[in-house]
Nanobody, 122 residues
């Protein structure tokens, strides 16, 4: 099994910053894409940022220029640096990773973290 653990959520004022981290552990051969999703109450879960194994990044238009996704392949971790936070960024943030369990099995399994609450309010 693979477990993803998130940290770094909390309460911050508008314009402030937070850094979310996600650490993967377990039976991991390699990790392909790493993603951050968020979900506000009553809304669909949306992709916030993604980074490929090669380092290519993508961002939702709503966070572009404010958020930065990064990864550390040696530690099987990824982070989301969130700057200039807005009230509309308030949501539960989930990390997601595509994990290769073994070299023989090329199937990519998708794993999710438990989620961490980010609240932006004055």
């Amino acid at each position: 099994q693979v477990q993803l653990v998130e940290s770094g959520g909390g309460l911050v004022q508008p314009g402030g910053s937070l850094r979310l981290s996600c650490a993967a552990s377990g039976s991991i051969f390699n990790i392909r894409d790493m993603n951050w999703y968020r979900q506000a109450p009553g809304k669909q879960r949306e992709l916030v940022a993604a980074i490929s194994s090669g380092g290519t990044t993508k961002y939702a238009d709503s966070v572009k220029g404010r958020f930065t996704i990064s990864r550390d392949n040696a530690k099987n971790t990824m982070s989301l640096q969130m700057n200039s936070l807005k009230p509309e960024d308030t949501a539960v943030y989930y990390c997601n990773m595509g994990v290769l369990i073994s070299q023989r099995d090329g199937y990519e399994y998708s794993y999710w973290g438990q989620g961490t609450q980010v609240t932006v309010s004055s």
